[in-house]
């Protein structure tokens, strides 16, 4: 029954897979698009005797959640770009407390208010952060409704099991859309937080949770210890997903819903005989360089395809180090760049590059 | 092969769910399938669309700028979505609420008084899944024996009394010559 395919909202299956976890408490304030997560939830927390509180501001939401993950439970809170601009300090102290909040964020256009159609302009906001300090957030970027799914499983699971804040970057259109998706079962070990949580000091010291050190030495430490624990992160959760890449002379580089047109477009673009392959980045924060950097040493080159001005066109770039030539096809907002455009896109980039190499 | 829809009709008129029980049809039918609405600061009154996408690889695109078929419930949904539909493709409209214009040549028109029919059947809110049937006649795609299967499992345990009348809905079409 759990393995049974489903059509689902985006929005829905991350609020689903959310209970499936074993999220225990929700707190949120509505903004499209994706109000739906905290619609779903409203009853369903209620239902299940689980936690739920529709917050007076997007800034009391995301403190509500650092305070319930303080004692160990599984919380979370969804929002959208605007709205989680808000949220940039209390990820700051979450990261700096180490703290396992799982935050969605279900992007629309910006920069301000800006509108509730579909873009990818928070990379930057979710990769590198709104807050103060050297701290980092573990960012996984679903692709389809299933991986709504999935995702949003391994985003309770890494955030506890590194005591870490994470973001699922989803956008408008995977919040709003619908295709078949199963949710199986939640797929991780339970992880002990008994080492740290603040469950009462009965029979035990009392314990506090600080974001800052008092002592320069200490708090020195601290911020080493935190990149440290990223480069274990780094290490072992770094995950991307690839398409045709051996023969590859060109790679279509992507993230999140957008994927789905750059496969159509590699495709036919195979048909008209040039060799391309899709790198996907599943992990935009760790983002994995060192593979991008592999795949520039054999001498491919690179084409970031995103909605937005060149956000993470700047990873790539700054991946491959000058060996290889790294364009970007791009919208800031709207619809996604369709199938066509996406192909005469890459088309002139190519002729214009033989232009090039026959002028040198 | 990837064929696309558009749904489109008033606020109202179900067209949503007109759209997810076809969605579901085609999932029943072990094909890969989108839908996708649009949304936005929409009114009561105003009008709504959805796309649906079912291919029997990795559907390409979710939201494409043409269609194959346009379903239109109502006269501003015929104007605006006339000129979306592919070379060859092919309009089904409400000619309850449509009126029996044929501004191009080069694709096929299907006019069904759906508004109507529903309302033969006890409810004009109905329309939409008459509208399905509609469909299902004039697209070799669309299964009517998937659609009723969509059809129950859409409405499910908890609104299980509308199955008799939505399944009746979805048949009505056979007894009515279409234009």
């Known amino acids: 029954m759990v393995n049974e395919k489903v059509l689902i909202k985006g929005n829905y299956a991350i609020a689903q897979a959310a209970v499936n976890a074993g999220c225990q408490c929700y707190f949120g304030y509505p903004i499209t698009p994706q109000t739906e997560i905290g619609e779903y939830l409203s009853g369903k927390m209620q239902e299940l005797g689980r936690g739920y509180v529709c917050a007076e501001s997007e800034l009391a939401a995301i403190n509500m959640v650092m305070g319930a993950v303080s004692t160990g439970v599984k919380a979370m809170t969804s929002s959208s770009s605007c709205a989680v601009a808000?949220?940039?300090?209390a990820l700051s102290y979450a990261a700096s407390d180490e703290l396992p909040v799982v935050l969605v964020n279900v992007m629309r256009t910006g920069p301000g208010l800006g509108y509730i159609y579909p873009a990818q302009g928070d990379y930057n906001q979710a990769v590198y952060g709104g807050g103060n300090g050297d701290y980092k957030i573990i960012v996984l970027a679903p692709s389809t409704?299933?991986?709504?799914?999935?995702?949003?499983y391994r985003a309770f699971y890494l955030a506890q099991k590194y005591r870490n804040p994470v973001i699922l970057l989803a956008d408008g259109l995977l919040g709003q859309m619908m295709e078949p998706a199963s949710f199986g079962e939640y797929p991780y070990p339970e992880v002990d937080v008994s080492s740290w949580a603040l469950t009462g000091a009965k029979n035990r010291d009392a314990r506090s949770i600080?974001?800052?050190?008092?002592?320069?030495?200490?708090?020195?430490?601290?911020?080493?210890?935190?990149?440290?624990?990223?480069?274990?992160?780094?290490?072992n959760e770094t995950t991307f997903e690839e398409f045709n890449i051996e023969d590859a002379d060109i790679i279509l580089t992507v993230f999140g819903s957008m994927t789905r047109n750059i496969k159509a477009a590699m495709n036919v673009l195979r048909k008209k005989g040039l060799k391309v392959g899709v790198f996907r980045p599943i992990t935009l924060s760790p983002f994995p360089h060192k593979r991008i950097n592999e795949l520039a040493s054999r001498g491919k080159d690179f084409i970031v395809v995103e909605m937005n001005m060149g956000q993470m066109f700047k990873d790539v770039k700054f991946a491959v180090e000058g060996k290889v030539n790294v364009d970007l096809v791009n919208r800031p907002c709207g619809e996604w760049l369709s199938v066509e455009e996406i192909v005469s896109s890459v088309e002139k980039i190519v002729e214009g590059r033989k232009q090039y190499a026959a002028s040198v | 092969m990837e064929t696309n829809f558009i749904?489109?009709?008033?606020?109202?008129?179900?067209?949503?769910l007109a759209g997810t029980v076809l969605a579901n049809a085609f999932m029943l039918e072990g094909k890969n399938v989108t839908w996708y609405p649009c949304y936005g600061a929409e009114m009561r009154g105003g009008t709504v669309n959805c796309e649906i996408v079912v291919s029997d690889e990795e559907v390409s695109s979710v939201h494409k700028q043409d269609t194959d078929i346009a379903l239109v419930l109502n006269q501003q949904s015929f104007d605006r979505f006339v000129n979306r539909v592919k070379p060859g493709g092919t309009i089904v409209s409400n000619s309850t609420l449509v009126s029996d214009s044929r501004p191009r040549s080069d694709i096929n028109y299907v006019f069904a008084p759906m508004t109507e029919i529903a309302n033969k059947l006890g409810s004009s809110k109905v329309t939409n899944i008459v509208s399905?049937?509609?469909?299902?006649?004039?697209?070799?795609?669309?299964?009517?024996?998937?659609?009723?299967?969509a059809v129950e499992k859409v409405l499910g345990e908890k609104k299980k009394e509308l199955i008799p009348l939505n399944l009746k809905a979805l048949r009505a079409i056979e007894d009515v010559c279409l234009v």
Not at chain 1, 145 to 152: A, F, G, P, S, Y
Not at chain 2, 7 to 16: H, K, S, T, Y
Not at chain 2, 134 to 142: P, T
């Open chain 1, 86 to 89: 808000l949220m940039q300090e």
């Open chain 1, 145 to 152: 409704v299933q991986e709504c799914i999935d995702l949003t």
């Open chain 1, 210 to 235: 600080y974001s800052v050190a008092r002592e320069e030495k200490k708090q020195i430490q601290h911020i080493y210890d935190l990149h440290k624990k990223f480069d274990v992160i780094t290490q």
């Open chain 2, 7 to 16: 749904l489109a009709g008033f606020g109202g008129q179900g067209i949503l």
């Open chain 2, 132 to 149: 399905l049937g509609v469909l299902a006649s004039a697209s070799e795609i669309v299964s009517k024996e998937f659609l009723e299967r």
